[in-house]
């Protein structure tokens, strides 16, 4: 947890700095965003093959070796002398949290009985959740205080602290089953996962969105890859990632859940925050207060709603969170300049406690219902969906907000004032988060038919 802590903050700890960052080495928007474009790649392609390395190394050597890697990419990247060395150092660096995720998951599968993980998971929630909420408010601190660098420089004690505590205390855990590697699987995953995360960021970033021809061609040669990945680990006696947990129908069902409310949730972090700095006028600062308390609370409920998860099982947590999440979308699609601020805080508020009561506890219920075998497969896939299903959210909902605010001004004679600007950021995010009702829609659907996993085959000694 200690580690998980400190890897996952680096998500956002750059947020503020990056247009610092752009100043200090002389590049533009579109390069200095790399930084974290390239970061949320890098995971995605990694989540797949860590099923592999938990199937081939004990937990410690995992960990440290994990540990060890992030470590120096952290000192890389403090040590940056131009904007390549800052970006193989964030490279270097998600190779470490990409890896890390799924380990911690992973082992709190196996030391922590089902009735129980709910709550354990939950803590695993506020950790990854806590984390990047408060990344920008650091990162605004750190540069304006110390400078740039110290962004990294901080990391580092504590990074060699959670080694130093896991040499001393952590405890193997799982089988070493050294299964056979699979060349062929790695190259396709990596196309495939790398593709389309690629493609739909871009799209979500290009002028032309979806229409680009570059963007629509990395994204169906990421599909095509992910195709072919999937057909061949049907035929694998050994596959690299074993995608019959599919086959279990709370995992499905879960996980179909789960990803929904990552979209909902990622794209809604893109497209609120515009519209308060757009028609409302908010500076960013005032902006990222302004969301603060959802997020915050995000984290904090984590192992509250974990504990209520291993209590009243899933029911009693996804459908009338699913409830809550359909009314939220329906107040942000009839939204105007003219509502006071504090709607959009209570809304916010409450999207995101209705996030925390369904999004930990759904991945929980989906892996309980695999076998022991299944884990290391059932968490790398989940962790995959996860920047899978962000950037597809993110893409999909600022394309079609981007839409919603062209047609708006379609066939008008009018001159261009910033009454008519607003107007049509307004149109535009009303598009938007129709479409996000539309899926909480169907979240609730899915919401109703879910039911409390049993594990299989765990130890009831």
Known sequence: MIGAFFTILNETLLSVALTKLMVVFNVDATTIQWLTT????????????????IQWFTTRQLFIGVMTVFLLGTLIAACAVNFPMLLAGRMIQA????????????????????????????TFGLVIMFAPAIGPTLSGVIVDLLGWRWLFIIVIPFAIFSMLFALR????????????????????????????????????KDPEGFMSISSISVILIGLISLL?????????????????????????????????????????????????????????????????PGALLHGLLSPVMG????????????????????????????????????????ANIA????????????????????????????????????????????SVLVNIMSYGRESFGEGKSEPVTEKLVDEAMTHGVHYAYWFAFALCSIAFIVALFIKKSIAPDFDQN
Request: charged share 10%; no cysteine.
């Open 95 to 122: 190779v470490g949290t990409g890896l890390l995720i799924p380990i911690v998951m992973n082992t709190l599968l196996l030391i922590y009985r089902p009735e129980v993980r709910g709550k354990a998971m939950g």
């Open 169 to 204: 205390f952590l405890q193997n855990v799982g089988e070493v089953t050294r299964p056979r590697v699979d060349i062929l699987s790695i190259l396709l995953s990596t196309i495939g996962i790398g593709g389309t995360i690629y493609g739909f960021s871009s799209a979500g």
């Open 38 to 53: 390239g970061f949320m790649l890098v995971m995605g392609i990694l989540m797949p093959i860590s099923a592999v390395f």
């Open 351 to 394: 999207l995101m406690i209705s996030i925390s009561a369904i999004a930990m506890p759904a991945e929980t219920n989906a892996l309980n219902e695999l076998p022991k075998n299944l884990y290391p497969h059932g968490t790398a896939i989940a962790n995959t969906l996860q920047p899978f299903g962000g950037a597809l959210g993110v």
């Open 307 to 346: 504990s209520l998860f291993d209590k009243f099982g899933p029911r009693r947590l996804f459908i009338p969170g699913a409830f809550v999440l359909v009314g939220v979308m329906f107040f942000f699609s009839n939204i105007s300049p003219s509502l006071p601020i504090w709607t959009f805080i209570i």
């Open 228 to 292: 072919l990945f999937v057909l061949r680990q049907l035929k694998l006696d050994e596959p690299l990632l074993d995608v019959r947990v599919f086959t279990y129908k709370s995992y499905s069902k879960s996980m179909s859940l789960y990803v929904i409310i990552i979209m909902i949730m990622l794209a809604s972090e893109i497209v609120l925050p515009m519209y308060l700095q757009g028609p409302l006028g908010y500076s960013a600062k005032i902006t990222g207060l302004l969301l603060l």
